[in-house]
């Protein structure tokens, strides 16, 4: 099939023609609104993929002028792109569907199947429909010529044999010889009506049948002789109400005809769709004589019709309404709820540990796990409610007539969570997954599918801010908070980009003798109207947008740039930086690492990398494999926040690291919570057992320093040598970091275990 593929990259263009390509498609390439339009003017394909952002216009332009141009106004158009917010103006410009660009090439492949499967299906139809018709017209004018042409020889024979009296032997000659060409048209209707593919059915004035064809037997299963005398009525399927007969014996009355789709009952039974066309049929004084009714049987067409909007609004996987089924009944819902003045709820359900299941045991095992869901989800509502899947691991709920209360909907709500809470026995596993769940009431919470939807999302990550396996109603403040976060992101974009953000340091400082061996490079931000930004809140969102990667690499590369400064003025230091999970589990994290380094001229001995346990252990192989890497570099490797994830032993002992971090939680309250100080004694404890470092993190108090020399910390870091600083004040720190560090000891008492 020609498709017609519209991005302003070259790179996209290569990467999507080519998988189109291989799948048997002709692919037409265009990088313009311009050149798209010429060319689907040439070559008017049945469908266009076009990206939504280009340089001239967007997509739905390209989508109104490709529909109002007659060469190409059949063409569908699927938009294609990376933003999840222009799915309203892409819809409203008569694009049939959007696909995202960071959907999974099998997605989007699948999506292009279902539409040429869709355009091909239906030129099929068309084409057949056209036969079906046209052979109708012919058998029926076929009957009609035999039979004018009968009547009218019959006329004449009836004028010859008065003048037979007084003709000679040659007019009765020629008489006999008119007879036999009748009777051959005769014989010939007969063969047209005994052999044609339709079922032919006549009747008299009063619907009792005279005659049918071979074809109505083979399609009713009702013999000659069983049918004669009896009336059509006789084989009524009951799907049509007494109206609808009303209005067609009307127009097979008052227009002489009627024409269209009838369900009927064969002998057996069974019930069958069938295209008829009744005719009257009147004599010479406009009297009916007879009702002539041509059928074909269309059980394949209805059966390719119901498989089409099978693939059109049904999720394949789970046989759930898909997203377009989806926002057909909400939107009908909403016209059923203002009519009758109710309120109804938009449950949107997002699977948690769902992409490691996936990433564990394969994508076999994901999509059995999405179709216990859905068995689970649909058990939990009503019939009159709808379950949905928008793709991946999102569904979605329509809970109709909640009442003035929103009891019932927190209960359904609870019944889900319950629900897919039990574990699930998938390829001989017990499988564990929860789900955070958003929720929104029409009218209050939206009236419009866009607005109601939306807010219902918003919660759903309100949901799982919250620690997953909880379900939230929206509120306003949601609402605002979700506008603010886009604002903050727009902005965190545009400042990663012009590298308005800057890099602080806090000193990690040796127990023994106080010297500065390092420091902690720490992401700081303030924007152009001095508003001071914490990493609590911008990092968050750079992890969720992939701003991460970009955000990484400026802190890495500006940290190695200073370090190596500090490194030619003589201070001989080792700068940690922090990873997060996107970046550490790239496959090309060393080779990134080995580029900044390079560019810094930094020796990887003078770099540290920190990352988390519970980061580890998302792929334990992957992130062994990693670490080898960075260690064969000389890098040093640390794990951050050691004792607040999995803790396990029997995974530390496989992970080629140097340092643990011991988590400020636990030196908070170290000096007097037993628990705490057990905890930092026991890490210590280990680590000397495993031959690794330990560096405190949040020594803020004489207090807790004394406790960490006593149980044989190496490193601190903290407020109580200083907070983190700029560039600058951080070259000054250097000038009396180590006498600095060396008064703090001095000021301690002596250990309780010196002798």
């Known amino acids: 099939m020609k498709i017609l593929f519209v991005d302003d990259m070259t790179t996209v263009q290569m990467l999507y023609g080519q998988l189109l390509y291989d799948q048997g498609h002709q692919v037409i390439l265009a990088s313009s609104l311009t050149e798209a339009l010429t060319l689907a003017r040439e070559h008017r394909p049945p469908l266009a993929i076009v990206d939504f952002h280009m340089p001239e216009g967007n997509g739905a332009e390209l989508t109104r002028a490709l529909l109002a141009q007659p060469e190409t106004a059949n063409t569908l158009v699927l938009m294609h792109s990376q933003a999840r917010d222009v799915v309203k103006q892409s819809l409203e410009a008569g694009a049939i569907d959007l696909i995202y660009k960071d959907d999974p090439h099998e997605v989007f492949l699948m999506r292009v199947a279902a539409v040429t499967h869709f355009i091909q299906t239906q030129a ?55 007879r036999a060409h009748a009777e051959t048209n005769l014989r010939l209707a007969h063969m047209v009506f005994q052999n044609t593919a339709e079922a032919i059915i006549l009747t008299d004035p009063t619907g009792a049948i005279i005659d049918v064809n071979p074809a109505f037997s083979a399609i009713s299963g009702y013999t000659r002789e069983e049918a004669i005398g009896a009336n059509p009525r006789d084989f009524k399927s009951g799907r049509h109400d007494d109206n609808f007969y009303a209005k067609m014996w009307n127009s097979v009355l008052s227009k002489g005809h009627w024409q269209g789709e009838v369900w009927d009952r064969r002998k057996n039974g069974e019930i069958y769709p069938k295209r008829l066309t009744i005719n009257v049929v009147r004599d010479a004084s406009n009297r009916i004589e007879h009702f002539v009714g041509i059928f074909s049987d269309i059980s394949e067409d209805k059966a390719t019709e119901m498989k089409l909007e099978q693939l059109a609004y049904y999720d394949p996987l789970t046989q759930l309404p898909n997203r377009m089924l989806f926002r057909d009944r909400l939107e009908h819902e909403f016209y059923s709820a203002r009519r009758h003045k109710s309120r109804f709820a938009v449950c949107f359900i997002d699977l948690d540990r769902f992409k490691q299941v996936n990433d564990t045991l394969g994508h076999s095992a994901g999509d059995e796990l999405l179709q216990h869901v859905a068995q689970r989800l649909e058990g939990c509502v009503r019939a009159t409610d709808t379950v949905a899947r928008l793709g991946g691991d999102e569904f979605t709920m329509i809970l109709t007539e909640v009442g003035v209360s929103s009891d019932s909907v927190a209960h359904v709500a609870e019944k889900v969570l319950i629900e897919l809470q039990k574990p699930m026995h998938i390829k001989g596993q017990e499988i564990f997954v929860g789900a955070s769940i958003g929720i929104s009431l029409f009218p209050e919470n939206g009236e419009d599918f866009d607005t109601l939807t939306k807010n219902a999302d918003v919660a759903m990550y309100q949901a799982k801010a919250r620690g997953r396996g909880n379900f939230v109603f929206f509120s306003e403040d949601m609402n605002t908070r979700a506008r603010e976060r886009l604002m903050l992101e727009s902005k ?15 000193p990690k400082m040796e127990m023994y003798g106080g010297r500065l061996v390092g420091m902690e490079a720490l992401a700081r931000w303030v924007t152009r109207d001095g508003e001071e930004i914490p990493p609590t809140r911008f990092i968050p969102i750079a992890e969720e947008t992939g701003l991460v990667g970009p955000l990484g690499d400026f802190v890495m590369r500006r940290a190695a740039r200073d370090c190596k400064r500090w490194l030619d003025m003589g201070h001989p230091l080792r700068v940690a930086v922090n990873l997060s999970a996107r970046e550490f589990l790239d496959p090309l994290l060393p080779e990134r690492v080995d580029a900044i380094l390079a560019e810094a001229q930094l020796p990887g001995e003078h770099f540290e990398i920190e990352i988390t346990e519970s980061m580890m252990m998302q792929d334990v192989e992957q992130a062994v494999h990693v670490l080898q890497e960075l260690r064969a570099r000389n890098i040093t490797i640390a794990m951050d926040d050691f004792g607040t994830g999995y803790s396990s032993l029997s995974y530390l002992k496989q992970f080629p690291i140097h340092t643990l971090k011991i988590d400020r939680a636990f030196v908070k309250e170290a000096p007097d919570d037993p628990n705490d100080v057990a905890i930092v004694a026991a890490v210590l404890s280990v680590a000397r057992a495993m031959d690794l470092k330990v560096v405190a993190e949040g020594v803020e108090e004489s207090r807790q320093l004394a406790l960490l020399r006593d149980h044989g910390c190496d490193e601190l870091q903290g407020y109580l040598y200083a907070k983190p600083l700029n560039t600058d004040d951080f070259t000054q720190f250097l000038l009396h970091a180590n006498a600095h560090g060396a008064r703090q000891l001095q000021n301690l008492p002596a250990s309780r275990f010196s002798a």
């Open 124 to 178: 099929e139809q068309q084409r057949r429909e056209a036969a079906a018709r046209k052979r109708e017209m012919e058998a029926l004018e076929r009957a009609r010529a035999v039979e004018e042409r009968a009547r009218v020889e019959l006329e004449e024979r009836v004028a010859e044999r008065t003048a037979e009296l007084t003709q000679s032997n040659r007019q009765l000659t020629e008489e006999i010889e008119k």
């Open 492 to 506: 965190l974009k545009k400042a990663i980009e012009n590298e308005e953000l800057s890099v602080f340091y806090q």
